[in-house]
């Protein structure tokens, strides 16, 4: 895999961040003392046990696998919609090292968060208002359920614009989040007899037990320094492909342009749909982001994308850009399930990207969250310097691997008691790991928080080595 700035499996070295930011208080950022991030810098653009292609195996009771590995695979088999149990900040078994409860989380490195203080209040306030003096009367009836067309047309836009998406409106179904997208998508695939479902391992664990949720019968497929192995993909007979190109969740690594290439081969000569997470593409800081694939093949992708990373995941707002087929389905699946998303939202979110405070608030929130993951990783470079970040330089989370032989599970059970939670990164693998490894997220704390919270961190890892 790429290192840190493509330094491959090397131990990070340790490096200036481009914002000094002592003057930041330790830990999260408060609320909501922080201002909209709007005024502060312009929009990047586009340039299991289980070999590859088997099915997931049911996890047999007295495995003596790992209880988050064993939770996670079970729960890519049992249709539960439960959340699998990972091992952030997992209560501790009864090792005789620690009963009492944890102190309180001062740090919280779980990743899946932006940093929600510098949510663009008064830009949403505004866009709302406006949206609201505007909309006529008629328009707040039941609206479209694959969304209001104001919507539709801008985020056809803004995705040609930024991500080089081929995309017109009425591709454009507006979705409670890529969530609701993915979901959706493979249940028409599932329903239309196109059961096997080709997904990255690693891979999100909050996503597994969703997919599980719609029938779909699941193979893991690999992923390695270039992303997706697309030839072990060619072996599963997969009829669809969920994979995350521009910012692989968890590793972070990016897919390498000759797989991007035969992923979308793979797709049109075996009539697969590649299903394209983008979710948290704006973010990349060392040099422009890839465009995504849908670019490149409209007719086998659906690009799913939300505003989860870039303003809130509590707005719950996202889009699939869909072949007008798998679109027409996707729309309907609304149709039949809630009649549509809030239509004033809609309105309001179509004006933030229609008068470019959108895009401001991406260029403050990359300069914000690229300076926190420079102090993030040149501190843990300097407290642990025989961890390894991976990945590209994007997002608002990064892969540690551990030093070899250390338990993730007991670094994860010993920085909680320090107050510091972070997430282990077992629960998302299916096959064996390789080295054990953390999965960050480090866009809701300050840099100074994030120095203080490498500190103790390291710290743990070395009384979790002990
Ligand atoms: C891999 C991945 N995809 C998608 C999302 C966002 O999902 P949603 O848009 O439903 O909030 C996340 C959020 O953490 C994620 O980790």
Redesign the pocket.
């Known amino acids: 895999m790429s290192g840190e700035r493509g330094a491959a499996g090397q131990a990070v070295p340790p490096r200036a961040v481009d914002r000094e930011d002592r003057t930041e208080p330790l830990g999260a950022a408060p609320w909501p003392a922080t201002p909209d991030a709007d005024s502060l810098a312009p929009a990047a653009r586009p340039t299991a046990l289980t070999r590859p292609g088997e099915p997931e195996r049911r996890v047999q009771a007295g495995t003596s696998r790992s209880q988050n590995q064993a939770a996670n695979r079970a729960a890519t088999l049992a249709p539960t919609g439960r959340r699998p149990h990972t091992s952030a900040a997992a209560p501790l078994r009864p090792s005789g090292r620690q009963r009492t409860p944890p102190p309180p989380v001062r740090f919280d490195l779980t ?2 968060r932006p940093d929600l203080s510098a949510f663009p209040r008064s830009r949403w306030l505004a866009a709302y208002r406006a949206a609201l003096q505007a909309v006529p009367h008629h328009a707040l009836t039941y609206p479209d359920p694959g969304g209001v067309a104001e919507l539709r047309a801008e985020l056809a836009a803004y995705l040609g614009r930024v991500r080089a998406a081929h995309a017109e409106a009425g591709q454009v179904v507006i979705m409670n ?4 997208g993915l979901s959706s998508a493979v249940r028409s695939l599932v329903a239309s007899g196109r059961t096997t479902l080709a997904v990255e391992d690693p891979t ?1 664990d ?2 597994l037990p969703m997919l599980a949720a719609t029938g779909a019968r699941i193979v893991r497929v690999p992923v390695d320094d270039g992303g997706l192995d697309v030839a072990a993909l060619a072996r599963t007979g997969a009829s669809a492909v969920l994979v ?1 190109p521009a910012h692989q ?1 968890p590793t972070g690594v990016v897919l390498a342009c000759e797989r991007r290439a035969a992923l979308v081969d793979w797709a049109r000569a075996t009539g697969a749909l590649i299903i394209e ?1 983008d ?1 948290d593409a704006e973010f990349r800081y060392d040099c422009e982001p890839v465009g995504c694939l849908q670019g490149i093949a409209p007719g086998r992708t659906v690009l799913l994308g ?1 505003v ?2 870039a303003l809130a ?1 509590g707005m719950r707002l ?1 889009w699939a850009v869909a072949p007008p087929w798998m679109a027409a389905d996707l729309r309907g699946h609304r149709e039949l399930s809630d009649l549509g998303g809030p239509v004033l939202d809609q309105h309001a979110f179509a004006r933030l990207l229609a008068d470019g405070a959108y895009d401001r608030h991406l260029r403050a929130m990359r300069r914000r969250y690229r300076g926190r993951r420079d102090a993030l990783v040149e501190a843990l470079a300097a407290h642990v310097p025989d961890a390894v970040v991976r990945g590209i330089s994007a997002g608002v989370h990064l892969y540690l691997e551990l030093p070899p032989g250390t338990s993730e599970t007991a670094v994860v059970e010993v920085a909680a008691e320090s107050g510091v939670r972070v997430c282990g990164a077992r629960g998302m693998w299916n096959r064996e790991q390789g080295r054990p490894a953390l999965v960050l997220g480090y866009a809701a704390l300050t840099e100074c928080g994030l120095r203080e919270a490498a500190r103790i961190l390291a710290a743990a890892i070395t009384r979790a080595r002990s």
């Open positions: 990743p899946g989040g890529v969530a609701l999100s909050r996503q995350t969740y997470d979710y939300s989860s990373k995941p996202g």
